[in-house]
């Protein structure tokens, strides 16, 4: 025998299954802005890291001039002490002997090691250049790291929202912006 059609109970039936297919889209919507938080987050470690990093090299920077102005101040204060001592050798021929192969000893032993002096500032410099540059890279990425991170940030409140309001079509709108923050992330991977 067949069971009697119940309108009633057909109409439970939908109800169910449409709050199941309802709580289904919602755990969808949770599970993606958790997908995306997870995203931001690794993003804005990474970020993190390069800003740090960025700083430390900077840092280096500012260490390595201070070095290679110190190198310079040596080169030049021994270069014209060089030149003085020289100058005082030749500008005094009555001096005696003796006298004068002291001020030549002198002026030598000042000229000694310029060329090392200066090889030593110039290393310097080209350490503060490179750090420079590296600091630059380095906060460049920071950067395109932090636009993904604030990406990946308004792609969660907007799939949020759509869970809340049940709006298909914002979560369309927060993958959109979850897709921009995602290409925005690769590239700041991609340029390390």
Excluded at 117 to 136: F, G, M, W
Excluded at 140 to 160: D, G, K, N, W, Y
């Amino acid at each position: 025998m067949q069971d009697d059609f119940s309108a009633g109970k057909a109409v439970d039936e939908a109800k169910e299954r449409g709050e199941q297919a309802r709580e289904s889209r919602f755990r969808s919507v949770l599970l993606l802005a958790a997908l995306l938080a997870v995203a931001g987050a690794i993003d804005n470690l990474f970020s993190n890291q390069d800003a740090t990093a960025a700083l430390q090299v900077k840092d280096d920077a500012i260490l390595a001039q201070a070095h290679a102005t110190d190198a310079w101040n040596f080169y030049e204060a021994r270069s014209i002490k060089q030149h003085l001592y020289q100058a005082a050798a030749d500008a005094a021929p009555q001096l005696s002997a003796p006298a004068r192969a002291k001020i030549l000893a002198t002026a030598r032993h000042e000229g000694r090691d310029q060329s090392a002096l200066l090889k030593q500032a110039q290393h310097y410099e080209a350490q503060v250049e490179a750090d420079d540059k590296r600091s630059e890279m380095l906060m460049q990425r920071h950067e395109i790291l932090e636009a993904s991170v604030t990406l990946f940030e308004v792609s969660i409140a907007v799939v949020s929202i759509a869970g809340i309001i049940a709006a298909r079509w914002l979560v369309g709108v927060g993958a959109i912006i979850a897709v921009a923050g995602l290409c925005y992330g690769v590239y700041g991977f991609i340029a390390r």
